[in-house]
């Protein structure tokens, strides 16, 4: 069974930048859409940015322009790059496998990473 792991998070000073990695177990990676979600204390686990298996992206509006979604398929590993950070940013990020991607949508996969935790704070 493929799996994914996160890395990249810790914590970072308002308008500071994180780049987040995912990071799959098998080569199958490349036939996957792939997301990035969060979910903060108390809230509700949200999409942030999703990838299709051929490169196009969405991303939720509060993240646009100033988070952006990529891929290296010859490393299996999709890319968070999130710059000009708010503290409402702080939140456990999770990435997401196997969905169903649209232009304006994706709807989360079966495989999940562990998490990684970003804090943005001064």
């Known amino acids: 069974q493929v799996q994914f792991v996160e890395s990249g998070g810790g914590l970072v000073q308002p308008g500071g930048s994180l780049r987040l990695s995912c990071a799959a177990s098998s080569s199958i990676f490349r036939f996957y859409a792939m997301g990035w979600y969060r979910q903060a204390p108390g809230k509700q686990r949200e999409l942030v940015a999703a990838i299709s298996s051929g490169g196009s992206t969405n991303y939720a509006d509060s993240m646009k322009g100033r988070f952006t979604i990529s891929r290296d398929n010859a490393k299996n590993t999709v890319y968070l790059q999130m710059n000009s950070l708010k503290p409402e940013d702080t939140a456990v990020y999770y990435c997401?496998?196997?969905?169903?991607?649209?232009?304006?949508?994706?709807?989360?996969?079966?495989?999940w990473g562990q998490g990684t935790q970003v804090t943005v704070s001064s």
């Open positions: 997401n496998a196997g969905g169903e991607y649209s232009g304006s949508d994706y709807s989360a996969g079966r495989y």
